[in-house]
């Protein structure tokens, strides 16, 4: 047995070691082990995909330009893979040993500003595209390791020295590592859209995979002594205990109680909203902003305990029948407003079966909490930014959100709050749902999965959001990443077809721009409007229209057409003479690039021969002047389709110059940007909801698709513009649904109003 006078081994949160001394040194020394060597094996595992994905990129690649770049960055990787793993991990080496210093030398106390945040100045459009991928992955994967990371701060904290340690600041954090690569990455030399697709890969390989090198250094440090007994409490910080003993705190709680979720950011902000709320449901009950006095002898108002009680069991009942808690989703405004009230007299009730006794009213805070959270389900209700069939699953979460926000107050106050960010990506998804685009009801169960979970499993643990709202960004990221595969090939058949269209336009005006004006022969006509015409549409598809080939092909339709003018002179005759060898050669060269045989092009310019002896005064049979005459007889194969039916359709086919219009509906057009959702009624009862994926560089038409990826419209400007006039088309809100409920339920109660029903009107 250990002697009592013997020094425990166990280190607490309030001990701290220094990083310089043999057993801080130690420990620092064996987290450092650990990182290396799992960060070696990841980061050679990540280097192993680039060559693949590069490869792949390459072969799909839009042009050989695009190509040769993802080729030489397959080269560029190849050559520089050993210096950028040797950086990466020198630079993680490095800053696990120079932590503590660098802490302390922090000017201001320490403080640092997070990772990705910067100083507003000019910034070049790479480095832009490179940051946002970097702070892109870093809140995803912080957000997902928040369990994990929690322990490793604390237990470095310790072994640092007491340095308070977060996830931005944590030398081994994914803020920490991904910077670490990305100073890595400034030794390869290749182009931004190559380094884009290697931190998408750092992504997937290194960071996807943090959990076990953080669970092996908790293990270690476990072993070690350091905090064994640790448990993770920030997302319970104001939980259910914390809530229930204080009897539910005010929203203007102080700093003590506002727990993990008070951020530099916008502790202040949410401050003032909350005071801005609780000012206004005052004003509207007429009294001060605190809890009524309680007259001697009356019923004890229910403490925050006994409403998460009854709630819990309204929670029960409410899964079991599978019902709304507000009603049906075509309840109007006044009859939402008093299912508000009615929950609280369900409430009420509930309680005096529990104590024996039903309680008068609740606390003017817990009375503000349910009103509260009642006319955020309103806004649900009637929010057109959500389908109808959303609106009713989502309004079913009432009872878990009212329980959440007495349990933690600061629901409202924090845009992090997980249960907050689990409704406002729940009401994205189902922003671009419609029943076409669901057709295998995956988007739907899941959203289903999700309600029924909270209204099933929630008891006290806020951290059930947090868990949710992984599981939906995971089943998000795998439908995206479908859908953009989807989309892409749908933005790229679109491109292919404009550059087709653009490419036969342009050939048709440079063809009737020629033969305008002149009587050619049914042999030249044909030739010229037909097999040469198209051509032209290869020429420029393939080479482009400030080629040389192109203004070769053009120089040939000018001779050609020169070539059926009348030769009654000498020098007339000799002058046709010398061209008809070049004549023949292009049309040999031409003919074959367009699908012509060899026997249909000896054909062809047999006739022309005919035609030709004809011009220069050579006796020709009759009939074989009729037979080059006969448009019929042209030898062209099928397959080569005249660019139109007629020279009228051909000029028609130039599109029309549209004059800018500076109505609200040209001008909101012009601000659509991709990504932006919108919603088109084709029909009296079909609606369908598709988001802007590509404005064509060509044409300037807007190309729709759905959530799968899959193609919905395409539309001009102004058919966009006309349709949002006709209210046929309608933008949806891009905005976060809490912010917008918020700032509609701050709206509606600053407006004057019953002061008995501060519900939305």
């Given at each position: 047995?250990?002697?009592?006078?013997?020094?425990?081994?166990?280190?607490?949160?309030?001990?701290?070691?220094?990083?310089?001394?043999?057993?801080?040194?130690?420990?620092?020394?064996?987290?450092?082990?650990?990182?290396?060597?799992?960060?070696?094996?990841?980061?050679?595992?990540?280097?192993?995909?680039?060559?693949?994905?590069?490869?792949?990129?390459?072969?799909?690649?839009?042009?050989?330009?695009?190509?040769?770049?993802?080729?030489?960055?397959?080269?560029?990787?190849?050559?520089?893979?050993?210096?950028?793993?040797?950086?990466?991990?020198?630079?993680?080496?490095?800053?696990?040993?120079?932590?503590?210093?660098?802490?302390?030398?922090?000017?201001?106390?320490?403080?640092?500003?997070?990772?990705?945040?910067?100083?507003?100045?000019?910034?070049?459009?790479?480095?832009?595209?490179?940051?946002?991928?970097?702070?892109?992955?870093?809140?995803?994967?912080?957000?997902?390791?928040?369990?994990?990371?929690?322990?490793?701060?604390?237990?470095?904290?310790?072994?640092?020295?007491?340095?308070?340690?977060?996830?931005?600041?944590?030398?081994?954090?994914?803020?920490?590592?991904?910077?670490?690569?990305?100073?890595?990455?400034?030794?390869?030399?290749?182009?931004?859209?190559?380094?884009?697709?290697?931190?998408?890969?750092?992504?997937?390989?290194?960071?996807?995979?943090?959990?076990?090198?953080?669970?092996?250094?908790?293990?270690?440090?476990?072993?070690?002594?350091?905090?064994?007994?640790?448990?993770?409490?920030?997302?319970?910080?104001?939980?259910?205990?914390?809530?229930?003993?204080?009897?539910?705190?005010?929203?203007?709680?102080?700093?003590?109680?506002?727990?993990?979720?008070?951020?530099?950011?916008?502790?202040?902000?949410?401050?003032?909203?909350?005071?801005?709320?609780?000012?206004?449901?005052?004003?509207?009950?007429?009294?001060?902003?605190?809890?009524?006095?309680?007259?001697?002898?009356?019923?004890?108002?229910?403490?925050?305990?006994?409403?998460?009680?009854?709630?819990?069991?309204?929670?029960?009942?409410?899964?079991?029948?599978?019902?709304?808690?507000?009603?049906?989703?075509?309840?109007?405004?006044?009859?939402?407003?008093?299912?508000?009230?009615?929950?609280?007299?369900?409430?009420?009730?509930?309680?005096?079966?529990?104590?024996?006794?039903?309680?008068?009213?609740?606390?003017?805070?817990?009375?503000?909490?349910?009103?509260?959270?009642?006319?955020?389900?309103?806004?649900?209700?009637?929010?057109?930014?959500?389908?109808?069939?959303?609106?009713?699953?989502?309004?079913?979460?009432?009872?878990?959100?009212?329980?959440?926000?007495?349990?933690?107050?600061?629901?409202?106050?924090?845009?992090?709050?997980?249960?907050?960010?689990?409704?406002?990506?729940?009401?994205?998804?189902?922003?671009?749902?419609?029943?076409?685009?669901?057709?295998?009801?995956?988007?739907?169960?899941?959203?289903?999965?999700?309600?029924?979970?909270?209204?099933?499993?929630?008891?006290?643990?806020?951290?059930?959001?947090?868990?949710l709202c992984v599981e939906l960004q995971e089943f998000q990221d795998i439908s995206r990443r479908r859908a953009e595969l989807a989309e892409q090939r749908v933005a790229e058949s679109t491109r292919g077809r404009e550059k087709l269209e653009q490419a036969r336009r342009r050939a048709a005006r440079e063809i009737l721009s020629?033969?305008?004006?002149?009587?050619?022969?049914?042999?030249?006509?044909?030739?010229?409007?037909?097999?040469?015409?198209?051509?032209?549409?290869?020429?420029?598809?393939?080479?482009?229209?400030?080629?040389?080939?192109?203004?070769?092909?053009?120089?040939?339709?000018?001779?050609?057409?020169?070539?059926?003018?009348?030769?009654?002179?000498?020098?007339?005759?000799?002058?046709?003479?010398?061209?008809?060898?070049?004549?023949?050669?292009?049309?040999?060269?031409?003919?074959?690039?367009?699908?012509?045989?060899?026997?249909?092009?000896?054909?062809?310019?047999?006739?022309?021969?005919?035609?030709?002896?004809?011009?220069?005064?050579?006796?020709?049979?009759?009939?074989?002047?009729?037979?080059?005459?006969?448009?019929?007889?042209?030898?062209?194969?099928?397959?080569?389709?005249?660019?139109?039916e007629s020279e009228a359709e051909l000029a028609r086919s130039e599109p029309e110059v549209e004059a800018a219009v500076d109505t609200p509906e040209m001008l909101l057009v012009a601000e659509l940007k991709p990504g932006t959702w919108?919603?088109?009624?084709?029909?009296?009862?079909?609606?369908?909801?598709?988001?802007?994926?590509?404005?064509?560089?060509?044409?300037?038409?807007?190309?729709?698709?759905?959530?799968?990826?899959?193609?919905?419209?395409?539309?001009?400007?102004?058919?966009?513009?006309?349709?949002?006039?006709?209210?046929?088309?309608?933008?949806?809100?891009?905005?976060?649904?809490?912010?917008?409920?918020?700032?509609?339920?701050?709206?509606?109660?600053?407006?004057?109003?019953?002061?008995?029903?501060?519900?939305?009107?």
């Amino acid at each position: 047995m250990k002697d009592a006078s013997e020094p425990s081994n166990i280190v607490s949160l309030t001990q701290r070691l220094d990083p310089s001394s043999e057993r801080g040194g130690a420990l620092l020394n064996n987290v450092r082990d650990v990182a290396g060597r799992r960060l070696q094996i990841l980061i050679n595992g990540m280097f192993e995909h680039v060559d693949d994905a590069l490869f792949d990129l390459a072969e799909k690649a839009e042009n050989n330009a695009a190509q040769m770049h993802y080729f030489d960055g397959m080269r560029e990787v190849r050559k520089r893979r050993p210096i950028v793993e040797r950086a990466f991990l020198t630079h993680v080496s490095r800053e696990l040993s120079d932590f503590a210093t660098n802490q302390r030398n922090v000017p201001g106390n320490g403080i640092q500003l997070p990772v990705g945040t910067a100083e507003l100045s000019l910034v070049a459009d790479n480095e832009l595209e490179e940051s946002l991928a970097i702070t892109s992955m870093i809140g995803k994967n912080e957000t997902r390791l928040t369990r994990e990371l929690f322990a490793v701060n604390q237990r470095l904290s310790v072994i640092y020295g007491g340095l308070k340690i977060e996830d931005g600041t944590n030398p081994i954090g994914p803020a920490a590592l991904s910077q670490a690569f990305r100073s890595a990455m400034r030794e390869l030399n290749a182009e931004m859209r190559v380094k884009l697709i290697i931190y998408k890969l750092f992504d997937r390989y290194v960071l996807a995979s943090l959990d076990e090198l953080y669970q092996e250094i908790n293990a270690e440090l476990i072993r070690a002594g350091v905090l064994p007994q640790l448990r993770h409490e920030v997302l319970r910080s104001g939980g259910a205990g914390a809530g229930a003993r204080t009897g539910g705190a005010t929203p203007g709680m102080d700093a003590s109680q506002e727990g993990a979720y008070v951020t530099e950011d916008d502790g202040s902000a949410s401050s003032e909203l909350l005071q801005t709320l609780q000012t206004l449901f005052s004003a509207r009950r007429g009294a001060p902003a605190t809890a009524m006095r309680i007259p001697a002898g009356a019923v004890q108002m229910p403490s925050a305990n006994e409403l998460i009680g009854a709630l819990s069991v309204l929670q029960s009942q409410a899964a079991i029948s599978q019902q709304l808690p507000l009603g049906g989703g075509n309840s109007n405004a006044l009859e939402l407003a008093g299912e508000v009230q009615q929950l609280k007299e369900h409430l009420l009730a509930q309680i005096g079966s529990l104590r024996g006794e039903k309680p008068s009213q609740v606390s003017t805070i817990d009375e503000d909490t349910i009103d509260l959270v009642g006319m955020l389900f309103e806004f649900i209700l009637e929010d057109r930014n959500l389908p109808t069939e959303m609106q009713v699953l989502l309004a079913r979460l009432q009872i878990p959100y009212l329980k959440a926000a007495i349990i933690d107050r600061k629901l409202f106050a924090h845009r992090q709050h997980p249960a907050r960010r689990l409704l406002d990506n729940l009401a994205d998804a189902a922003k671009g749902w419609s029943a076409d685009s669901d057709r295998d009801h995956r988007l739907h169960d899941k959203v289903k999965s999700i309600v029924d979970r909270l209204l099933q499993d929630f008891d006290d643990d806020i951290t059930i959001f947090e868990r949710l709202c992984v599981e939906l960004q995971e089943f998000q990221d795998i439908s995206r990443r479908r859908a953009e595969l989807a989309e892409q090939r749908v933005a790229e058949s679109t491109r292919g077809r404009e550059k087709l269209e653009q490419a036969r336009r342009r050939a048709a005006r440079e063809i009737l721009s020629r033969i305008d004006g002149h009587t050619l022969p049914p042999l030249i006509h044909g030739v010229l409007s037909r097999a040469w015409a198209n051509y032209l549409v290869l020429t420029i598809l393939r080479q482009g229209e400030e080629s040389s080939e192109f203004r070769d092909a053009l120089r040939f339709a000018n001779d050609f057409i020169d070539s059926t003018k009348p030769a009654r002179t000498l020098d007339e005759r000799r002058a046709l003479r010398q061209m008809l060898p070049g004549i023949e050669r292009a049309l040999r060269r031409g003919l074959a690039n367009v699908a012509f045989q060899e026997s249909d092009i000896d054909r062809l310019l047999a006739q022309l021969h005919t035609y030709y002896r004809h011009q220069l005064g050579e006796a020709v049979p009759e009939a074989e002047i009729q037979a080059v005459e006969e448009p019929s007889s042209l030898p062209i194969p099928e397959s080569i389709q005249p660019i139109a039916e007629s020279e009228a359709e051909l000029a028609r086919s130039e599109p029309e110059v549209e004059a800018a219009v500076d109505t609200p509906e040209m001008l909101l057009v012009a601000e659509l940007k991709p990504g932006t959702w919108l919603e088109f009624t084709t029909g009296p009862e079909t609606v369908e909801r598709a988001k802007l994926s590509w404005i064509s560089p060509m044409s300037g038409r807007y190309l729709f698709v759905n959530r799968r990826g899959l193609k919905v419209a395409d539309h001009a400007p102004h058919e966009l513009a006309e349709a949002l006039a006709r209210g046929t088309a309608r933008v949806l809100d891009s905005t976060a649904l809490f912010d917008r409920a918020l700032d509609a339920i701050v709206g509606r109660l600053s407006q004057p109003a019953s002061a008995t029903n501060p519900a939305i009107e």
